[in-house]
Structure formats: C-alpha cells, structure tokens
C-alpha cells in the first residue's frame, strides 16, 4: 500500500492524518502503559552492567543507587533486564512469602557451587516449607549446642599444634577444624587424613562460587569429588552398610521423606548433606573477619573474654558489616506492585544485602564498627540481613544463622580469652571486587599459646 504520492514525494492529506493518528495511539499506548505500570524505575544507561558488577563487585548496586539517587533501579546483566534495589523497604518487598523464586534467579556458576539443583532452595510453595523443615529441625538448640562442643574440641586439639607453630594462617586452620567438627556432628566421621581434602573441597565451592573462570572451575571439579562421597554416606546409610548414627542429621537427610512421602533420591539427598555441610564450614570467613575485628578494635578483648552478650553483639557487627554474601536473586512468580509500581510475572530481582546491612537509613553511623549498637537496639528481619531476610519457616531465609552465630561466639572466646598470640605484619586488606572477600593475608597469627602462657620468642 503506497503511504506517499511517488509523483510529489510529499505526503498526501491521508497520510498525515494516518501519522497523527498512529502517533496519537502510540502516545495514548505509552501512556495507558504508564498509568498501568506506574511511574518508570531510574534506569543505568547500559546496554549490559555484567563487566561493571564483576569489576566493582559489592559496591555495584550502592553506587548506582547513590548516583540515581533511588534505592532501586533497572540495569541488564548477563544480557537479561534487572531490577537492582537495597533497602529495608526493598527487602520487605523481596522477602514476601511465596512471592519470588529462586528458581533461574542465580547465575549458575554459582547456583551449581553451592545451593544446586532439587535443592531446598530450588523449591517453592508447601514443597519448600516441608524440606525447609528439615533444615530447622537441624540447627535445634540442643543440636546448635552439641555442634559447638564439637568445635570446641577440635579448636583446642588443633590449638595444641598451633602452640608448637610460628606462625598459621587462621582461616586455612579454622576450615579444617569445623569439617572435622561438623563432619562429625553429622555423622559423617572423617578417615584419618580426608579431613584436610574435604576441608580444601568445601573451601574452593565456597571460594569459587563468586567467580568467574578457573576459581569456579576449580570449585566445580572438587564439588564432584565431594558429591560422590555425599552420595555413598547417603546409600551406605540406607542399605545399612554403614549405619548412620541414630538421631544424627546424615540419618534424617537419609531418610527424610518429601510431601509426596518418598525418599530423596539419593543425588538429591547427597545434595542436601553438603547444603548442611559445606556453609557451616563457611563461617571460617566469619571467624577470619571476626579475628580481624578484634585486631583492628582490642579494647573489646578484655569484655569478650569474659561476657557472651557481648560476643554475640560483636558477631553481629561482624556479620553486618563485613562482606560475605553480597546479594540473592529472585524471579517473581506472579505480577505484583511496589511503591505504586506493577512488576510483570518473570522480574529478576536482586537485593543488596552488604549495601541494606550498611544503609544509612537503618543504621546510625553505618559504617562504623560498633558492636554495642547490637546490645541496645534489636535489628529486625528486614534491615539486617546478611544471610537473607523475613521468616526462615516460610521464605528462603538461611536456616543456618544459629549455627554460625555459635560457632563464631566459640571461636571469639578461644581468640580473646583462651589463647594469646601476636599478629605480624601482613596484607590485612579485603577487596571489594573480590566475591566472596577475605583478608588478603587470610589472617595469619605468631606465637599462639594459651592463656596465660609467656610469650615465645620469635624464631632467629
Ligand atoms: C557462613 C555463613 C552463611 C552465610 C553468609 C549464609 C548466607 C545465606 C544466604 C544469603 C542464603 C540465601 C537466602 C535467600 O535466598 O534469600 C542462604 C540460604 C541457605 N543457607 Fe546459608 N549462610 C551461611 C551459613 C549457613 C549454614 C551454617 C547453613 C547450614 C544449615 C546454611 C544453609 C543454607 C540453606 C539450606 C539455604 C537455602 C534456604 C532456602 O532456600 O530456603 N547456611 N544462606
């Protein structure tokens, strides 16, 4: 259909009336649109933020807000829309029950280093509540408790051969001292010399899990390891060959029965053992941050040493304002509507955890390390949230939150009341473009001995 008289090249009077009102429509659209949707979200011009996120790592998504001066805004990153947001109204939003899966919400360099596949995490609705379960029922306070002497345990056979040291490197001696702890704890005992192998395979899917290229790789190919050793514990318990300790957590992954009242298979129950595993073995980073806290703030030894409300504050300040984990994706799974604003089914949300645990809105002095800030006042569920926010039971909040807390309030008594040690000089920086972060160094420490024990001379 000939729009333009070909004779004139000029547009006919049909013609422009059709564009106006084709332009009318467009506008009339955009607007309807608008009014549907609300107002638009700041948007970050770029045509993908991927190299930015990788480059800047957990300062992404607060720099961006800071620039557009919103807690939440749109960005494309792995070449999919984004909508980036920090926040305790942010959190709120995300952390609505049954309103965002974690299903394609993870890249899946990460969601096969840690949380994988027909995992608990991977599961929505009355099937996640019920495996969820299980998870609560094993981080119970008497469990909880019974982990921490196991800890507690190795700590001091393990501080025993530090005494003999010049020098460890704390966050390699602390991973191996909660695999043997937990391992135990589980169930799932230790041949003599497969801690120190386990300990490395728990570490590099932990280490890996933020990276790209060989660091992932490397995580991925010692998880396969690790996976194969979950998945004969998880059989040998079943068929009886080797029996799992009566009322020990490899006994209820074991036998754990989902909604439709089958066993996991057993890949998935391997997967769930390590899901219990592998992230208890992950508070060594805390521990690591915590020991660097107590260097860079020694007026809090004394009180540490003695005062257990006062250690959990300071493991809370740890956890705030140290970087682990510096976001969680979800996909919505159905339409919803924030701050007046309609979000289509499929959104891909991601929420700044490290940045919503430092918001100035949520906390006086942000950036200051003040652990009494913890003895005063009660954080809720939603403005500090360093292992996710809202209701364990019902959301995707991190079971794991007793556990890391009892393991940390250990370690702080063994670092500033049982032993004494000097730490030299050395790289103590922590770079935010490294996900997850760690003390350059990863905390090396001279001269442990226990308490009350003189100090040893350096070595000539
Ligand atoms: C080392 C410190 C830890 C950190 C920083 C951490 C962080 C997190 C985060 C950010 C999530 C995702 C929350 C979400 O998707 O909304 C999560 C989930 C999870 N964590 Fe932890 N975690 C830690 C320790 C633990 C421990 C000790 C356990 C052992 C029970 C554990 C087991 C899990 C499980 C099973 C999930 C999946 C929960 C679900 O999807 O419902 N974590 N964790």
Redesign the pocket.
């Known amino acids: 259909m000939a729009l333009v008289d070909p004779r004139s090249a000029r547009p006919t009077r049909a013609v422009l009336l059709g564009a106006a009102a084709a332009g009318l429509a467009a506008g009339g659209v955009a607007l309807w649109r608008r009014a549907r949707r609300g107002p638009p979200l700041p948007r970050e011009r770029s045509l993908d933020s991927t190299a930015a996120l990788l480059r800047e790592g957990y300062l992404f998504i607060g720099r961006r807000c800071r620039t557009l001066g919103s807690d939440v805004f749109r960005t494309r990153l792995m070449g999919r829309p984004a909508i980036c947001a920090q926040g305790e109204a942010a959190a709120r939003m995300?952390?609505e029950p049954g309103l965002?899966t974690?299903r394609g919400?993870?890249p899946p360099t990460a969601l096969l280093s840690?949380?994988d596949l027909g995992?608990?995490?991977?599961?929505d609705g009355a099937a996640?509540r019920w495996?969820?379960a299980l998870?609560l029922d094993?981080?119970g306070s008497d469990r909880v408790a019974a982990l921490g002497a196991a800890f507690d345990a190795e700590w001091r056979v393990a501080a025993e051969a530090w005494a003999r040291a010049h020098r460890i490197v704390l966050f390699d001696e602390v991973r191996e001292v909660i695999t043997r702890a937990v391992c135990a704890w589980a169930g799932a005992p230790l041949a003599p010399g497969e801690a120190r192998r386990r300990a490395r395979e728990f570490g590099a899917m932990?280490d890996g899990a933020g990276a790209v290229g060989p660091r992932n790789w490397r995580g991925l190919l010692l998880r396969a390891r690790t996976e194969r050793w979950a998945r004969r514990l998880i059989a040998d318990a079943r068929s009886g060959r080797r029996r799992a300790p009566p009322g020990s957590p490899l006994e209820a992954v074991a036998f754990h029965r989902d909604l439709d009242g089958r066993r996991l298979p057993v890949a998935i129950a391997a997967v769930?053992l390590l899901?219990?595993?592998?992230?208890?073995?992950?508070?060594?980073?805390?521990i690591a941050f915590a020991a660097l806290a107590l260097h860079r703030h020694p007026g809090w030894r004394e009180r540490l040493a003695r005062d257990g409300a006062a250690r959990t504050a300071f493991a809370q300040e740890v956890?705030r304002l140290y970087p682990?984990?510096p976001?969680?994706?979800?996909r919505a799974l159905q339409p919803f509507a924030w701050r007046g604003r309609r979000f289509r089914r499929g959104t891909w949300v991601i929420?700044d955890?490290f940045g919503t645990n430092r918001d100035p809105k949520s906390w006086r002095e942000a950036e200051a390390f003040r652990p009494e800030r913890f003895l005063t006042d009660e954080p809720n569920a939603h403005n500090f949230?360093?292992?996710?926010?809202?209701d364990?039971a019902t959301?995707?909040?991190?079971?794991?939150?007793?556990?890391?807390l009892e393991?940390m309030d250990r370690a702080l008594a063994w670092l500033a009341g049982e032993m004494r040690y000097e730490v030299p000089a050395q790289d103590l920086s922590v770079r935010l473009d490294r996900m997850?972060a760690i003390p350059a160094s990863r905390m090396v420490l001279s001269g442990v001995r226990p308490a009350g024990a003189p100090a040893r001379a350096a070595p000539a």
């Open positions: 995300f952390y965002f974690r919400a993870l840690l949380q995992s608990v995490n991977q599961l996640h495996r969820k998870f094993l981080v932990i769930e899901n219990l595993l592998r992230p208890t073995v992950a508070v060594d980073r805390y956890r682990f984990f976001a969680v994706g979800g929420l955890l949230i360093p292992q996710g926010g809202g364990p959301g995707h909040r991190c079971p794991g939150e007793p556990i890391t393991l997850p």
